[in-house]
């Protein structure tokens, strides 16, 4: 004890910091920016705050220096060092667990009521996938490798979970950038979503008043799940975790003999997933993956992801228009895009915008439903395709 | 052009139309599955509505008449039940209460 120093325990604390770490790789703070920028996102802005602000946390804590939260599980002299907390965390979104379980707690708070009783909606929701392929081409020709291109174009699909978990099976460096994209857009959709409405519709078009949708018996419902799970499924079965489990939470909701498991599906545990899901989406992005070219490169291709898809859906939305002799209105097509309910609400206000009397809300919901399953069916493609 | 390839445009049309045709059949099995479900379903209403037609024959609802409003029968339903009925009605079928000739309301 008689060689102890105070200066120098002080100077040796601060060497081996954090603090210290950071002037061997500077990029670390650029990163823990990125965080700030998202917390502002997230509480200032209100975008997505539920995701954005635990994404920002992850990103924060994964960019301290020394920290070993992400590190693996190693063998030392015969015993297994224990992996970083993080790292562990993220194992639910490596094998798929968290994106799947949101869809079942989505899946409980969706009723697909609106698309049982017009099942046409489904063409829109199927138009609105039409960016996720030109998104596709459009990665492939920025230099992307194939199976990272599909994952960036499932952006268009609106569909965090269904993004997040495509990228993690296929561009997995490219995970945070690509969830990011997709909440953000997310977010914006209605900043995104107007301008293309007024631009591809014309005034007549969006002032369309839509008849009253038929009532859906509970039976209905009941068996719409289990048939869908059935027949999806058996077609495309690398959809299987999230077609699955979000027909498991719509019977949960529609069975009516389950309610304490349908209420946790769509609250609690929807919330405590999203907190995990957050996390590990935020802490893969360290600055040798993040801060490239690359990142700027799928920020943008998401966006025009996202703008075809809508404009995918609006176009079939006219075509549907033409063919009921001026029954649809073709608003309701951007709802094909998934974000539900958000892109229905946008179709609402600018139906409502074009006419007073115009309530969008119920008829968008049966597209924006449909865009679910449909962006769902496409990742299940890519998936199929490039996942070997 | 980058990585972009005849194949790699042969997988989004392919995709696509994967999705348009997923989408297209459940469009199709939709409609059918209801019809079945209500076909299935439709005997067991007639069951359940049966028994509140006999009362022509055996005129067992008597008893509990509560009260007649205007020319409505109200059997076992008060009248602010029965009122809420009458405006739903309208609303769902579209004809104003005016037009509407309600007979009986009976709580089954």
């Given at each position: ?11 040796k604390?601060?060497m ?77 979104v ?33 138009a ?19 199976a ?7 952006i ?32 914006l ?40 799970a ?23 909701r ?61 176009i ?73 | ?20 045709i997923?989408?297209?059949?459940l ?30 024959t ?16 109200l059997i ?12 739903i ?20």
């Amino acid at each position: 004890m008689s060689d102890f120093s105070f200066i120098g325990t002080l100077e040796k604390i601060l060497m081996e910091s954090g603090f210290a770490a950071f002037a061997n790789d500077p990029r670390s703070l650029i990163m823990i920016l990125v965080a700030c920028v998202l917390f502002y996102m997230g509480i200032g802005k209100k975008f997505e705050p539920l995701l954005l602000v635990p994404i920002a946390f992850g990103i924060l804590l994964a960019n301290f220096p020394l920290t070993g939260l992400l590190n693996e599980p190693t063998i030392v002299d015969g015993a297994t060092k224990s992996p970083g907390f993080l790292w562990v965390i993220y194992q639910g979104v490596q094998h798929a667990i968290y994106p799947s379980i949101i869809f079942l707690g989505i899946g409980a708070m969706t009723d697909f009521g609106p698309l049982i009783a017009r099942p046409s909606s489904l063409l829109l929701g199927a138009a609105a996938q039409i960016g996720i392929f030109t998104a596709f081409l459009l990665a492939l020709a920025l230099g992307f490798p194939p199976a990272v291109a599909a994952a960036i174009g499932v952006i268009g699909g609106a569909d965090g979970p269904t993004a997040i978990l495509t990228a993690s099976k296929l561009a997995e460096a490219y995970l945070p950038a690509i969830a990011i994209a997709a909440y953000s857009y997310m977010a914006l959709i209605p900043l995104i979503q107007p301008p293309l409405m007024r631009l591809l519709t014309t005034q007549k078009e969006r002032e369309v008043k839509m008849t009253q949708l038929r009532v859906v018996t509970k039976a209905e419902k009941i068996v719409f799940p289990i048939a869908v799970a059935i027949f999806v499924i058996l077609l495309l079965p690398d959809t299987a975790p999230l077609i699955g489990m979000l027909m498991l939470g719509n019977l949960f909701r529609e069975c009516g003999v389950v309610d304490r498991l349908s209420d946790t599906a769509q609250n609690a545990l929807i919330n405590i997933v999203t907190i995990f899901l957050g996390l590990s989406v935020g802490c893969k992005a360290v600055a040798e993956n993040f801060l490239t070219f690359e990142t700027i490169k799928i920020i943008v291709l998401g966006l025009l992801a996202f703008m075809l898809s809508t404009a995918g859906g609006l176009i079939f939305g006219k075509i549907m228009y033409k063919l009921s002799g001026g029954k649809i209105n073709p608003l309701i097509g951007s709802a094909g895009v998934s974000a539900v309910p958000m892109a229905a609400r946008v179709a609402q206000v600018e139906g409502q915008k074009a006419n007073p009397v115009n309530f969008l809300l119920m008829h968008a919901m049966g597209p924006n439903v449909a865009g679910v399953i449909g962006s769902a069916v496409a990742a299940g493609f890519m998936i199929k395709v490039f996942g070997g | 052009m980058g990585n972009l390839t005849t194949s790699s445009f042969l997988v989004a049309l392919s995709g696509i139309v994967i999705v348009f045709i997923m989408l297209v059949v459940l469009c199709l099995i939709i409609p059918i599955i209801s019809k079945v479900v209500l076909a299935v379903q439709k005997p067991q209403i007639n069951n359940r509505v049966a028994p509140t037609t006999r009362p022509k024959t055996e005129p067992a609802a008597k008893p509990n008449v509560t009260g007649v409003a205007g020319e409505v029968a109200l059997i076992d339903v008060d009248e602010k039940t029965a009122a809420c009925i009458m405006a739903i009605v309208s609303h769902e079928t579209g004809i104003p209460l005016s037009e509407l000739i309600f007979k009986s309301i009976k709580a089954i």
